[in-house]
């Protein structure tokens, strides 16, 4: 049987924690944003700890749980788990605190955040790659703390690291005189969302507070659905920063009660929200941290004259996944489509195919032909990006009408994921 949980942050921890964390971590701004304020007709804020000095909120609980050790525990060392964010602030605090510290990360981990951990952490923390999410390290990770005798710094699920992250509501509601109506906040494991939530049901009780998750990772929103908490069998891991199949026992008592709603937002609508946000305004943002926004096209009619916050939980976005971020952003908008086109296998058949079936604003993307001699025609996979996702019916019939039309794969994941 499962063992409920009373624990809340106490407003007082809450503010030693902030205390602790003076001069360590970042007082992010709570900036007004045009872009959205004028699409939505009201005034958002977002809380900026993209601008943390490890780009990301984490710092808060992992700094106010490490100074919380005893010397012992100290000497002893500690022990993580962490798909990123977290793993920064443990090494920014190992290295401030002269802590060591052993760090597991699971293997679809960016690189660039992998770079980032050593160089915060320097010589006080070794990297261990294990598992293929965060659910698989953190289980390598607790067997090596029992063998070794070192005490664990859980990314969400610790009342101290609770604390620290509930230093953000305390900003946000020292930030601003307005009173804020909604606010809208990522949730993965919890941490933040528990610590936000308490902290904001004491100050601010009439703001309602909206939990976001990534479609693909829907722990704690099941988990409140089936009033138990739950560990999902699996996983879409792309929201790297929020993507885990279960959260905290802790997290998930507090985030209950507290949240006024947990919403998912598809993974497409994030990517299209992290492109917006660097084109827009010129934010760099990384999958969790755009959840918050993404969120607001679902709320667009209760927020409409609100005061709304988002909070933007991190930046650390690696470069090289600018290509998926945008190819998921089309896919998600009905602009990149993808078909097994049957060429007939005679000169000028390609040449057909883009003057008579392509429309004026369609453009071939993706195109993978191999000739085969003892056949009438040739399948290749092809991908066509349009202009409008009305041009979609008017291609496959043209495509239908002069014979070249072979299937339609993008509502086949399976048949996707192994062609494309």
Do not use: W
Request: proline share 4%; with cysteine; net charge neutral.
């Amino acid at each position: 049987m499962q063992v409920k949980t009373t624990y809340r942050p106490k407003l007082e921890d809450v503010k030693k924690a902030a205390a602790t964390l003076g001069g360590v971590a970042t007082v992010t701004p709570l900036m007004k944003n045009l872009t959205y304020s004028k699409q939505f007709n009201n005034t958002v804020l977002l809380k900026r700890e993209d601008l943390q000095v490890v780009r990301s909120y984490k710092i808060r609980g992992a700094y106010n749980k490490m100074s919380s050790l005893t010397e012992d525990e100290k000497q002893k060392g500690i022990v993580c788990a962490s798909a990123g964010n977290h793993a920064q602030g443990v090494a920014y605090s190992c290295k401030e605190l002269k802590i060591k510290g052993t760090i597991y990360m699971p293997t679809p981990t960016p690189k660039q955040k992998i770079e980032q951990v050593k160089m915060f952490g320097e010589d006080y923390i070794d990297i261990i790659i294990e598992g293929d999410t965060f659910d698989d390290s953190y289980k390598a990770s607790m067997k090596a703390c029992k063998e070794q005798g070192k005490i664990f710094v859980h990314p969400f699920d610790d009342e101290k690291v609770i604390e620290g992250q509930a230093t953000v509501g305390l900003e946000v509601l020292n930030q601003t005189s307005r009173n804020i109506d909604y606010i809208f906040v990522p949730v993965g494991g919890g941490g933040l969302a528990s610590g936000l939530s308490t902290v904001f049901k004491m100050l601010s009780p009439e703001t309602k507070i909206i939990g976001v998750e990534p479609e693909g990772a829907p722990s704690m929103s099941t988990s409140i659905k089936n009033n138990e908490n739950t560990e999902l069998e699996k996983i879409e891991k792309f929201v790297d920063g929020a993507a885990v199949q279960k959260v905290g026992d802790l997290t998930f008592e507090i985030c209950r009660q507290q949240l006024d709603d947990v919403i998912t937002v598809p993974e497409g609508k994030v990517c299209q929200t992290i492109l917006d946000l660097y084109n827009k305004d010129a934010i760099v943002v990384e999958p969790a941290g755009a959840l918050s926004i993404a969120a607001l096209d679902y709320f667009k009619d209760q927020i409409q004259g609100k005061n709304v916050v988002c909070l933007i939980s991190g930046s650390n976005n690696d470069i090289t996944r600018t290509a998926e971020i945008k190819e998921r952003a089309l896919l998600y908008a009905n602009l990149k489509h993808y078909f097994i086109v049957r060429f007939p296998q005679r000169a000028g058949a390609l040449k057909e195919f883009v003057a008579e079936i392509l429309g004026p604003n369609d453009d071939i993307t993706h195109f993978e032909y191999s000739k085969k001699h003892a056949k009438e025609n040739g399948p290749a996979v092809v991908g066509i990006e349009l202009k409008d996702e009305k041009d979609l019916e008017p291609l496959i019939q043209r495509m239908k009408a002069h014979n070249f039309y072979g299937d339609y794969i993008n509502n086949k994941p399976d048949l996707f994921q192994f062609l494309v």
